[in-house]
């Protein structure tokens, strides 16, 4: 089974950045998503890419701030976090988001000061 290995969480100010990767242990099909839990809350969509990297969507709470990438090998999937705000702080995760999920990873926590 294709696992998912999250990194590139950590600390920063408000107003910093932030580089997430995804790696797959194989190539990933179909689109693949970035989702978010912060403490206490349900897990919420944050962004996904289609399987040819071309197509993208975005959470309106994210919408300007973030860019999520997929790299040709399909198995790497990133997310380029910038102008972090104090409503981002969550453990960050990905998986499939248009069909049968993978077994979700540990995710990555990111948390900003403000």
């Known amino acids: 089974q294709v696992q998912l290995v999250e990194s590139g969480g950590g600390l920063v100010q408000a107003g910093g950045s932030l580089r997430l990767s995804c790696v797959a242990s194989?190539?990933?099909?179909?689109?693949m998503g970035w989702f978010r839990q912060a403490p206490g809350k349900e897990r919420e969509f944050v962004a996904d890419?289609?399987?040819?990297?071309?197509?993208?969507s975005y959470a309106d709470s994210v919408k300007g701030r973030f860019t999520i990438i997929r790299d040709k090998a399909k198995t790497t999937v990133y997310l380029q976090m910038n102008n972090l705000k104090p409503e981002d702080p969550a453990v960050y995760y990905c998986?499939?988001?248009?069909?049968?999920?993978?077994?979700w990873g540990q995710g990555t926590q990111v948390t900003v000061s403000s």
């Open positions: 998986n499939i988001h248009d069909g049968a999920q993978l077994p």
């Open positions: 194989r190539r990933t099909f179909g689109t």
């Open positions: 890419v289609s399987w040819s990297g071309v197509t993208t």
